[in-house]
């Protein structure tokens, strides 16, 4: 079948540069002006020092004067904008009633994340707001390390009993036993902040500080090696994408062996998990067969592996899972889908996780399938799929492209709901053409998870004057000397 690739980078491109967008706008109204955690208090001539001291353009003014600063992502809410008419400072702050106020280490770390990425990326045409995402990304982290703590100095749960805004701080933990994967998303975000620290020569305290932190949790992690490796086969494949972005971002020779030798092992026991049909069990004792998602983590893992390691034998067990969920693919829908029709329902992680694993596919192995399947993937599931409730900008700049949002999501004016991601929907195929019932709450860990995902997977691909084959050249050669 002529898929027309040339057409499909194309669109591929221009798909990327609208989520990217669509992330971006996701951390800002859903961190920045939300609301939705716990307020970090600044006196307001001093935001306005801050403030002056940066060229604010008029078009900004209003939304930066509007941005509340955060500590932490309180679970969930709804984005539902009741005083966007206002002319008072915080008026695109969400109804608080609809807070879940428990607040978790993942949403902090994929918070954090997704703060830095976006930062990294809006640099250059937005320094202004560059600058207030770093200092909550720096305030995120200080909130985790003095109210997330168990006795071992790990990272838990917790959840915020505070009555009235201006009360004491009540913070009531939830969680004793720590959960590994918490530690190592939060060892990438501490590593991602420290990195960005020094770029933006932050005091030097903080920076010795995530330093020591940072690589107090990665002895931990790899103390605990053996246990990792009897984890999960949905655990060990998000542990090995986040070390294979951790070997990314370090700049240490040292710390990138190390990160190696991890996603060396962690994707061995992974591959030796798949059966010969492609299709993946849950542990290495339990020979169930994983979830269709567990299965796009670990093609995503392996392939992440496979650029770091050079090891063909990887690269191979993740085609072998992808030829298995090419049979769970239905064209007719643009969707995966596995089990009964009248019960498909897909998370913006579940999204999320899928475009990332066919881009891989596709910069792997050039299949110029994966490519239309990602492209109709992606119209159906963001742009169709009212999982996104509204767009902010019409027309935006990004990384020197001029970018049109899609026509069918309406103006967040308009409609009086933030442009967020909201955490899922339902497709009901009783009807042609099939309805779609999106739901209503915003999930701080799914939804931040998801742009930090878009942003630094994209972002890639759309680098100007790089082409996709150039970008895995330069993959390849880089690994090449590990």
Request: proline letters at 3%.
């Amino acid at each position: 079948m002529e898929y027309h690739q040339d057409t499909q980078k194309e669109e591929l491109i221009n798909s990327a540069l609208k989520l990217c967008c669509i992330s971006i706008d996701n951390i800002k109204w859903g961190l920045l002006y939300s609301g939705a955690g716990i307020y970090q208090s600044i006196e307001e001539k001093e935001f306005k020092k801050i403030v002056n001291s940066f060229d604010v353009n008029y078009e900004s003014k209003d939304l930066i004067d509007n941005i509340v600063l955060l500590k932490c992502s309180y679970k969930k809410g709804k984005p539902f904008l009741p005083f966007v008419d206002s002319n008072s400072s915080g008026k695109y702050v969400w109804d608080s009633n609809s807070f879940n106020k428990t607040i978790y280490p993942l949403a902090q770390s994929f918070s954090i994340l997704s703060l830095l990425k976006a930062m990294d990326l809006l640099k250059s045409q937005d320094s202004l707001l560059s600058y207030l995402m770093h200092l909550t990304a720096q305030n995120f982290y200080d909130f985790a390390t003095t109210y997330m703590r168990n006795e071992d100095g790990l990272f838990i749960a917790v959840e915020d009993k505070t009555r009235n805004i201006n009360d004491e701080l009540k913070i009531k933990t939830i969680q004793k036993e720590a959960k590994i994967i918490d530690q190592i998303l939060m060892h990438e975000a501490l590593l991602y902040l420290y990195n960005s620290s020094l770029a933006y020569n932050s005091d030097t305290p903080s920076i010795e500080r995530y330093k020591i932190e940072k690589d107090n949790l990665f002895n931990f992690i790899f103390e605990n090696c053996n246990q990792i490796l009897e984890m999960s086969s949905k655990e060990i494949s998000l542990i090995i994408s986040s070390l294979s972005r951790c070997y990314d971002i370090t700049r240490n020779d040292e710390e990138k062996t190390k990160y190696h030798l991890l996603v060396f092992l962690l994707c061995a026991e992974l591959e030796s998990r798949i059966k010969i049909t492609g299709e993946i069990q849950r542990s290495c004792l339990d020979t169930i067969i994983s979830s269709i998602i567990t299965h796009f983590r670990a093609l995503s893992a392996l392939l992440e592996g496979y650029h770091i390691t050079r090891m063909e034998n990887f690269k191979d067990a993740a085609i072998r899972i992808y030829n298995t969920l090419l049979d769970l693919y239905d064209p007719y829908y643009s969707l995966f889908i596995q089990g009964n029709y009248s019960k498909i329902s897909y998370s913006i992680r579940d999204i999320a996780e899928i475009i990332k694993s066919l881009l891989l596919v596709y910069i792997s192995t050039q299949d110029e399938k994966a490519l239309k399947i990602l492209n109709d993937f992606y119209t159906f599931t963001i742009e169709n799929s009212s999982i996104i409730p509204s767009i902010s900008q019409r027309k935006t700049n990004f990384m020197n492209y001029e970018v049109t949002m899609p026509e069918i999501i309406p103006n967040t004016l308009d409609v009086y709901k933030a442009p967020v991601f909201i955490k899922s929907f339902r497709v009901s195929c009783r009807k042609t053409p099939p309805t779609i019932t999106p739901s209503k709450s915003y999930n701080s860990i799914y939804s931040t998870y998801s742009s930090y995902i878009f942003l630094y997977y994209l972002s890639k691909i759309i680098e100007p004057k790089k082409s996709i084959e150039e970008i895995l050249n330069e993959s390849t050669e880089d690994n090449s000397n590990i």
